[in-house]
């Protein structure tokens, strides 16, 4: 009996039934998408901005303006970015899967 469906599994993908690639089991189309956050008047870093794609895939800014969003689905995507006192930007990003997008330096001007 085992011989038999072990047999069957073969056939089935060999025929192209089931997954075609058994390495393609739970892979998922994500990437990730990083930068660097600063003062449009001053250049110097923003900490504590929050950067987000969607109302799933966020992340903070640390100290050096720098952050990184993991899992952002591949594709093109929103990223905006928002900061207390600063006016809030959108940049668009081309994800691609299990790459790292790297976007220019996002600068946010001060709220007068």
Do not use: E, H
């Given at each position: 009996?085992?011989?038999?469906?072990?047999?069957?599994?073969?056939?089935l993908?060999?025929?192209?039934g089931?997954c075609?690639?058994p390495?393609?089991?739970?892979?998922?189309?994500?990437?990730?998408?990083?930068g660097?956050?600063?003062d449009?008047?001053?250049?110097?870093p923003?900490?504590?901005?929050?950067?987000?794609?969607?109302?799933?895939?966020?992340?903070t800014?640390?100290?050096?303006?720098?952050?990184?969003?993991?899992?952002?689905?591949?594709?093109t995507?929103?990223v905006?970015v928002?900061?207390?006192?600063?006016?809030?930007?959108?940049?668009?990003?081309?994800?691609?899967?299990?790459?790292?997008?790297?976007?220019?330096?996002?600068k946010?001007t001060a709220?007068?």
């Open positions: 009996m085992k011989v038999f469906a072990l047999a069957f599994v073969l056939l993908g060999a025929q192209g089931g075609s690639n390495n393609d089991i739970g892979v998922q189309d994500y990437g990730n998408v990083t660097r956050v600063l449009a008047k001053t250049n110097q923003i900490s504590g901005a929050l950067i987000s794609v969607g109302s799933t895939v966020t992340a800014t640390d100290a050096q303006g720098g952050f990184t969003l993991t899992q952002v689905p591949a594709g995507q929103t905006t928002s900061a207390a006192g600063y006016t809030t930007s959108t940049q668009t990003a081309s994800v691609k899967k299990a790459q790292t997008t790297q976007l220019d330096y996002i946010l709220v007068q």
